[in-house]
């Protein structure tokens, strides 16, 4: 079955750069969530879109912005990067209409050096 | 604020055995609970859900509880094996746009 496909997997940059991560949710999914994982750390609820609409948002910095497209899949944009960016991102799909079960991707793991 | 944590950080059981992770939650408005397992550097796995309107759900070898009365939520794993270690993190939402917020992990060991 198809699942939730994250790119890049692995993503190293500098100090004040720019990164963009790609979310694509599983067929038929509306609703797509983002989630920053520190080590040892819980998923942190970034920010999450329903029909192409952001639907909530969560401790997501100003440097970064998210938006969904009409194929549904999603992009995370971070700018002015930092060290404490340093992360792995999560992306997850829910099915139409229901927002349950939401399936996460494989992640980025972003190095912020 | 919003909030889901777990009791125990780390929890070491005897390969055979049941295991039982427990989760409390903050958000009695929260109307739907997932059970994550997550493997390093792996994505959360889906494991389990269960609504409010329920009590209690099975699955294969798992069940979940929801006590709303006392807003806790437990998994429970039976015949625990090797492939079950991993961090396991309860998760809640309120409606279906809800952001779905974790709880802290637990670490579950199974010993051989």
């Known amino acids: 079955a198809a699942g939730v496909i994250q790119s890049p997997r692995h993503l190293i940059k500098e100090k004040r750069e720019t990164a963009t991560l790609k979310c694509y949710p599983i067929?038929?999914?509306?609703?797509v969530y983002w989630y920053q994982q520190g080590p040892g750390q819980d998923p942190q609820f970034l920010i999450s879109?329903?029909?192409?609409?952001?639907?909530d948002k969560g401790s997501i910095p100003d440097r970064f912005s998210a938006q969904q497209f009409s194929d549904y899949h999603s992009e995370l944009n971070m700018s002015s990067l930092e060290l404490g960016d340093s992360a792995l991102y999560f992306c997850?799909?829910?099915?139409?209409?229901?927002?349950?079960?939401?399936?996460f991707g494989q992640g980025t793991r972003l190095t912020v050096v | 604020g919003e909030s889901v944590g777990l009791h125990l950080p780390t929890l070491s059981v005897q390969e055979g055995d049941n295991s039982i992770i427990n989760c409390a939650y903050s958000?009695?408005?929260?109307?739907?609970f997932i059970w994550y397992k997550q493997e390093s550097g792996k994505g959360p796995q889906f494991i389990i859900d269960?609504?409010?309107?329920?009590d209690k759900r099975q699955g294969q070898r798992v069940t979940v509880l929801l006590n709303k009365t006392v807003k806790h939520l437990s998994l429970q794993i039976a015949a625990t094996q090797p492939g079950d270690s991993a961090v396991y993190f309860c998760?809640?939402?309120?409606?279906?746009?809800?952001?779905?917020?974790f709880g802290q992990g637990t670490t579950l060991q199974v010993k051989p």
């Open positions: 997850a799909s829910s099915p139409l209409g229901t927002g349950r079960e939401a399936f």
């Open positions: 958000n009695s408005a929260s109307d739907y």
């Open positions: 879109f329903y029909e192409k609409m952001q639907s």
């Open positions: 269960i609504r409010s309107n329920m």
């Open positions: 067929p038929r999914h509306d609703t």
């Open positions: 998760a809640e939402k309120k409606g279906n746009t809800g952001k779905l917020i």
